[in-house]
């Protein structure tokens, strides 16, 4: 058989080109609330959730050993610094800079995942 002369050229369609029709349909999937959608937000909900988990308690096992090593340690909390015995300034002045630290940890591991979330979005 031989190829028909004088008709119009053949054309090769690539997937690879419809990439940005994924984008839109990735994006419609998030805001109309399918099943793909709902799946993707809840990751991003359960992934929040964890990180949340994860440091409060390991922000409650530092500030609960603090009393329990002065308790099982009792010449500890004989200890003076500038005058203050070492429970109250422990208790009262470093777990502040904890707290502090363990929210920004907070902080910046969630907007991470929030970006990995709309990085997967625009994929």
């Not at 603090?66 to 610094?81: D, E, N, R, T």
């Amino acid at each position: 058989m031989s190829a028909p002369t004088g008709g119009p050229k053949r054309e090769r369609v690539v997937l690879a080109q419809r990439h940005g029709a994924r984008r839109v349909r990735t994006r419609v999937e998030v805001q109309e609330q399918t099943l793909v959608g709902d799946v993707m937000i809840r990751g991003l909900v359960r992934a929040q959730l964890g990180l949340a988990l994860r440091l409060a308690v390991a922000c409650a096992g530092l500030l609960c050993a603090i009393p329990l090593i002065l308790y099982l340690v009792p010449g500890v909390s004989s200890v003076s610094v500038w005058g203050i015995r070492l429970p109250w300034l422990v208790l009262g002045a470093l777990a502040y800079p904890l707290l502090l630290v363990v929210g920004w940890v907070y902080v910046r591991r969630a907007e991470r995942n929030e970006q990995e979330f709309v990085d997967l979005v625009d994929d």
